[in-house]
């Protein structure tokens, strides 16, 4: 059923209709006076102020490999970040450790490791399915280059983002 | 063959026309700022100290673009148009006066006597480069707006005509720099408070004088295409209007034919209500070529004043529909701007000064 809804009821100075302009320009021109002399702040001035200090700590970022406490990378290229990345921006080519090796009993290490970071999407899959911990996303978000090819972190870039990471699984360590 | 006033004159015309262009590009500028400001931006403030010279990287890249014609446009008149909206918005200068006088040169490039009948013979030429560009481009949306335009400019034409009547009922001339030296003497026109400002007889006057700048100024922002009359290029609903399939330069001619339409109607407006270049106890440029330079910057001062306003205005209003406009501007400034003129005529008949 079609309902008539009622008409509000004007009265003379809202008929007008210049009343109710100059209102609305007296509120736009508070806005242009607050704004001139600073009281309000919203804008945030990007290459200058940046949010590092307001950054959550769940803040997904570049992805980076880790270290651990004895300097070894602890990414053993199990490759299954590589199977679950949803864009495919990972690429990793395993290598062996040679035997004498402190970690030999590792067997492999990432010879090869890259991020097409214009593929990635900063899902964090990769994190969430690494069984040694070894990926991290960090808080890094301005990744910019020239080229598609200063775009793709290789493994040294990736391990100086990570940086080292003090962490739970020590399961290599040579006593065990 | 009077070299002095040729020399003179072309000087006038050249920097006029520098300081009008240079106001332009600096409007376009201060529109981007302050309707930042009003929705709590920042606005353009990379280029230069506090974005100032942002006006000269906009030009840059107009200049730099590629200036395409598309296949399926009437070429000739596809070129015309943007000259058509710019040349009549700059010709309307000629007879404003912007300044008293300068080394004894009256600062008016042409004092001619039929003053605003010229103002309003060539301002309304300027429909011609929006419905020549709306019909040219041969495409829906410029269609529309060239439509939309040429039927809001005729009829805003007249109230903006009718609402002048008043002013010159009171002088008895048309020439502008007659209209600045009455007000010199009586006060300006909306607010008499110089010479006999106690006399009841000019706040009376004061009343349909009072209307007719409210309607005036109103019909100003019609002619001008701003919002809340800016349907000939309503980007919401016409992509772009009339300028959409322009690009380039030529779109930049539209665009600043617009601010130079403002600026011009801005001019009209200060001249026949505000006072022109005058201020109460300012004197004019026989008192030295200081003071010379003083009443321009007032001039110019009132205008840019006037700019804020009509940008104040666009970011405050909503756009008004189409039929609101037509009823608004047939209906009510038609009859309200008619009246006027008997009220008008009546006190200056009836209860003389």
Redesign the interface.
Known sequence: MAITVSRPKLNWSERLY?PA?LS??A???K??KN??LGR?K??M?YPEEKWDSQMPEHYRGAPALVRDQTGRIRCVACQLCEFICPPRAIKIIPGEIPTGDRFAKVEKFPHEFDIDMIRCIYCGLCEEVCPEQAIYLRKDYAITGFTRADMVHDKEKLLEIGGVMHGVVLKWNEKK | MDYAFLISSLIKIVALLAVVLGIMNYAVYAERRISALIQDRLGPNRVGPAGLFQPIADAAKFLLKEDFTPGHVNKFYYWLAPCLAMIPAITTLAVLPFGSTLFGVPMVIADINVGVLFVFAIASLGVYGIVIAGWSSNSKYPFLGGVRSTSQMISYELSLGLAVIPIFLLIGQLRLTEVVRYQIEHGWMIAPFVGDWTNPHKWLLAIPMVVSFVVFTIAIFAETNRLPFDLPEAETELVGGYHTEYGSMKFGLFFLGEYVAMITGSAIIVTLFLGGWHFPGIPDGSHGWGWGLVNIFIFFSKVAVLLFVFIWVRWTLPRFRYDQLMRLGWVFFFEIALVNIFVAAIILAYFPA
Do not use: D, R
Request: proline share 0%; no cysteine.
């Open positions: 210049l302009i609305g320009m509120i736009t021109l806005h242009f704004m001139l309000t919203v804008t001035q």
